[in-house]
């Protein structure tokens, strides 16, 4: 999109992906363990990425506030670490919502698929910057291979990347956020929809076969440029 609002004509521009490896990250993964280390017995809404930066974790801890009024059994997991940690934690102590939060810090990326296969939604919560409109989250794949449920902030890559297979909310607005999660914590039927699609999207568009292809037409497709 960025290329073609600065003058790239569009033969010339191929598409590569991000990608998740199908096998590690699917369905089929058994969040048990997880459950049970953390004893949950509750809906899990889950945010995965790195706590520094424009990672934007501190939206969900905002929307956590709003969501726990309404859905007061629901526990939301951090999975994590970096620089932001103590300020998040200390944040979520002011917010009061220390009882609904797991901070699991930095976990062992083998294991993320089965923090993933725990969680009934997933979040991928960001603002509205120059940052985020270049980006094709990781996190955003991991989740869709993973068959999840998830609520993601309209901006950049992201509608692109979804098509419509989960929640996209306001960028920066914290009550879109929790609306978001709150109409899938609701809705078992949409978030069960929405888990097929996410995964079925992954299989055609977001593996590692399908980015190879279009890497290697744009080689083709450069070579032949004179």
Known sequence: RLALERGAKN??????????????????????DIKKKYVINSPIVLYLGQLHGGQYAELLLRAVKIISAKKTNTVFMIVGSGADLSRLKGLAKDLEITDKVIFTGAVEYSLVPKYIAAADVAVACFEDNDLTRSKSPLKIVEYMASGKAIVASDV?????????????????????????????????????????????????????EVTADNLLRAYEIAKNIR
């Open 156 to 208: 950049g890559e992201v509608p692109i990347m979804l098509d419509g297979c989960g929640i996209l909310t306001e960028p920066g607005n914290v009550y879109s956020l929790a609306n978001g999660i709150i109409r899938f914590l609701e809705d078992e039927k949409l978030r069960k929809e929405c888990e097929r699609k996410a995964r079925k999207r992954a299989e055609k568009e977001y593996k590692w």
């Open 11 to 32: 033969n010339r521009i191929v598409e590569a992906h991000v990608c998740a490896d199908l096998g590690k990250f699917n369905p089929r993964i058994n969040g048990k």
